[in-house]
């Protein structure tokens, strides 16, 4: 697998609306979708890569946060490998309802810590 760059950063805050006007109004990030308890935001490189702030009693964020993704070409082919070098997997392949065609799998590294692996459209 080659990865190409990070593509993804997920915090979670008890005041996750602060949290993203902060990052809109002190790092000039544009907000691009927001729904109760959740708020993505566009990193500036101009791709498909984002900032999401999730509320800290939303279904779906059981992990620790901050998390990282890492962009892949091919994220089935990513996950096969992860399973090949005996690397733990969280979950399975996940399609985000946002962005068509944006895909991750997520990964527990030696460090105990998890992070992910994303397919995003170019």
């Known amino acids: 697998m080659r990865v190409?760059?990070?593509g993804w950063l997920?915090?979670?805050a008890e005041d996750a609306s602060g949290v993203a006007r902060f990052?809109?109004?002190v790092l000039g990030l544009d907000?691009?979708?927001e729904q109760e308890g959740f708020f993505m935001l566009q990193l500036p490189s101009g791709r498909h890569d984002y900032?999401?702030?999730f509320g800290t009693g939303e279904p779906g964020t059981?992990?620790?946060c901050p998390r990282v993704c890492f962009v892949v070409d091919d994220v089935e082919q990513a996950r096969a490998e992860l399973v090949e070098a005996g690397t733990e997997l969280v979950g399975e392949i996940v399609e985000a309802p946002?962005?068509?065609g944006y895909r991750w799998q997520n990964f527990r590294a030696p460090?105990?810590?998890v992070y992910g692996v994303v397919e995003v459209p170019e």
Do not use: A
Request: charged share 20%; hydrophobic share 35%.
């Open 51 to 53: 900032l999401e702030v």
């Open 10 to 12: 997920g915090t979670q």
């Open 111 to 113: 460090d105990g810590h």
């Open 4 to 6: 190409k760059r990070l």
């Open 62 to 64: 059981p992990m620790p």
């Open 23 to 25: 990052f809109q109004d």
């Open 31 to 33: 907000l691009v979708h």
């Open 98 to 100: 946002q962005v068509s």
